[in-house]
């Protein structure tokens, strides 16, 4: 089984770009093409939140139609710049999502079980997880010993840019990992949020994030160091279950790179 993952795309208005630089849509674009090109296709498409950029009716309505080429079936989960309820709204064929409240669910699929947790804080950059929602989670973990993903927006760990740093997952972050701990079968905990590419050990398993299909942080460890972007190459994470093996990650990168060519 292939995952790819797509994060943070943040899609504007028609005719609006990011810090006067940034064409997301036009990222976007392009990152769903590529997709559709991989050799191998992806079984399906995890969007880990940042969707839009504030939460609008009418910038949903605008990924609606950037993602309308993807073949595949296409989870997605809201970030800080998301809205739930327009979220809800401009896909109601995307029956997974829960019809009110929090949008966390469950995707089972032959391989492996995906749990889509929601990490919103209307308003606030910073994540959360409050005892309703973990209380979910720890339902949902004691019904199957299956290989199971959990996959959400705000990284439950410390990444080492201080300004993503105070934004993370603020609160909930202990007890998650506490649940997790217990349950050996969580394979992975795939997020968003920092626009780059970082994998640590975290609770028993490995939590990664991956790169932003448009602009990524600038890489600076400096703990005094301001927020910015840089236009580094964005990517597509795919996630490749082999029951044998488990979970591999890479980060396949959009763009023409000038290959591929024989080493002979």
């Given at each position: ?116 947790l929601d990490t919103l804080v209307e308003g606030a950059s910073h994540g959360a997880l409050c005892d309703a929602r973990l209380d979910w989670l720890e339902a949902r973990l ?123």
């Amino acid at each position: 089984m292939l995952i790819a993952q797509i994060t943070d795309t943040h899609i504007k208005p028609e005719g609006q770009i990011s810090y006067g630089h940034v064409d997301t849509a036009a990222f976007l674009e392009r990152a769903v093409a590529h997709v559709i090109g991989l050799k191998a296709r992806p079984d399906m498409v995890l969007m880990t939140g940042d969707l839009v950029d504030s939460g609008a009716p009418v910038e949903y309505a605008r990924l609606r139609a950037l993602i309308a080429p993807l073949d595949m079936p296409v989870h997605l989960i809201p970030g800080n710049h998301d809205s739930r309820g327009p979220l809800r709204a401009a896909f109601p064929g995307h029956g997974y999502l829960p019809a009110d409240g929090f949008l966390h669910y469950v995707v089972e699929t032959p391989a492996l079980r995906l749990i889509a947790l929601d990490t919103l804080v209307e308003g606030a950059s910073h994540g959360a997880l409050c005892d309703a929602r973990l209380d979910w989670l720890e339902a949902r973990l004691a019904e199957s010993a299956r290989p199971t993903v959990l996959f959400m927006h705000h990284p439950p760990f410390d990444c080492g840019i201080a300004a993503m740093d105070r934004e993370r997952l603020l609160h909930g972050a202990e007890r998650l990992a506490d649940i997790v701990r217990r349950h050996p079968n969580v394979e992975r905990a795939l997020c968003g949020h920092v626009h780059r590419p970082i994998q640590t050990r975290w609770a028993g398993t490995i939590a990664s994030t991956a790169p932003s299909s448009a602009h990524q942080i600038t890489l600076d460890l400096d703990p005094t160091a301001r927020l910015t972007y840089i236009m580094e190459p964005p990517a597509v994470a795919l996630h490749r279950w082999n029951p044998t093996g488990g979970l591999a990650s890479h980060l396949s990168y959009v763009g023409d790179f000038g290959g591929p060519r024989s080493f002979r």
